[in-house]
């Protein structure tokens, strides 16, 4: 395979304003360098970017199995990780996903939510059977918890829907997170209903799968939160383009938690409801909504930074996404790991 040289009248390289003139050589699937315009190697193709060259993005919060990977990639997502699925299909898929011909984003993976019996999701419709891996007692937890790190879990998602059903105890939460952290592995968890983020917390997950919308936080606990956890957006999975209640009270809770200083990570929840596949303009728009900038927005969406070493993952677009961040609804060309990624026809 030739290398591939991109050149662009404009780049927005993931951090600071604007850059003119830019080329951005890649060495297969990495960035090998980023600089003015300048010749190439007989065997460098050379593509001309039509817009602005930005990182391509990533989404945190997926159910892959209930999308569809080629069009996930074709709007601008190169990344994405799975946070609840059966482990012998998400496992495998993941793997595959690493292969250059592989016609949809990179994939890392959950596996299924750390659950006891009958709690969620493991009635849930949306689920298929071993979405829920349920657990009884410490012990089994923390073996559940060596299994998917030996399966390539990159993450480990613990159900907390106290809503749904019974709930991990906190003898079985803190040996969770006890065998996490032991294998290097973040804690995430889908938090519902009253109490949860705070036995979170106190077990020191590391990461809400949601931003949290059944009940208000108090400052005193968005503070603690702001400390140690990240929140993963999902704003839009809870109206789906509607105003709701459940909405207002997680905007107020993202608002204040961002204020704070917390870190606010972009997910859709894609597989959720009506969430569309790819770069979702309107989580963007939420998230202005609860305080964040454009070039923050921005930032919590992209991958990494264009650079010398960074994955071969850009996008194009047509306007700049700093001042307007409609210019996601305008992508032109996706190139995930230093391959162009197929468009689907225009229709
Ligand atoms: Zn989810």
Not at 139 to 162: F, Q, R
């Given at each position: ?55 391509a993005a990533a ?17 601008g997502v ?201 770069i ?21 969406l992209t ?45």
């Open positions: 395979m030739s290398n591939l040289s991109i050149r662009a009248p404009l780049a927005w390289l993931g951090t600071g304003g604007l850059t003119a003139d830019v080329q951005i050589d890649l060495d297969g699937g990495v960035i090998a360098s980023v600089g003015r315009v300048h010749p190439v190697p007989e065997d460098t193709d050379v593509l001309a970017a039509d817009g602005i060259v930005i990182p989404d945190r919060h997926v159910h892959i199995g209930l999308a569809d990977p080629a069009a996930v990639l074709a709007r190169t990344a994405v990780r799975d946070l609840g699925w059966p482990a012998d299909s998400i496992f495998p898929l993941a793997d595959l996903s690493e292969l250059p011909n592989f016609d949809g984003p990179l994939i890392r993976a959950a596996g299924p939510m750390m659950t006891v019996p009958g709690g969620y999701p493991t009635r849930d419709g949306w689920a298929p059977p071993g979405t829920g891996r349920e657990i009884s007692g410490p012990e089994e937890a923390a073996a559940a918890v060596k299994e998917l790190t030996a399966a390539g879990a990159t993450a480990i998602k613990v159900s907390l829907n106290a809503e749904a059903g019974p709930v991990p105890s906190d003898a079985e939460l803190t040996a969770i997170c006890d065998a996490a952290h032991e294998a290097e592995l973040p804690v995430t968890t889908h938090t519902q209903g009253a109490g949860q983020v705070e036995r979170a917390l106190g077990a020191g997950v590391d990461e809400l799968a949601h931003t949290p919308w059944t009940h208000r936080l108090s400052d005193d606990v968005v503070a603690r939160c702001a400390a140690t956890m990240r929140i993963v957006s999902t704003l839009d999975s809870l109206g789906f383009g509607r105003d709701t209640p459940a909405l207002r009270t997680a905007l107020d809770n993202l608002r204040r938690f961002h204020d704070a200083g917390g870190t606010v990570i972009y997910g859709t929840d894609l597989g959720n409801g009506s969430i569309p596949p790819g979702h303009t309107r989580e963007l728009l939420l998230l202005r909504e609860a305080g964040l900038t454009n070039e923050e927005i921005v930032l919590a991958r990494a930074p264009i650079e010398p070493g960074a994955p071969a993952d850009l996008i194009v677009i047509g306007r700049d996404p700093l001042r307007d961040l409609a210019a996601f609804d305008d992508i032109r060309m996706v190139v995930r790991a230093g391959r162009v990624a197929p468009q689907p026809a225009v229709g």
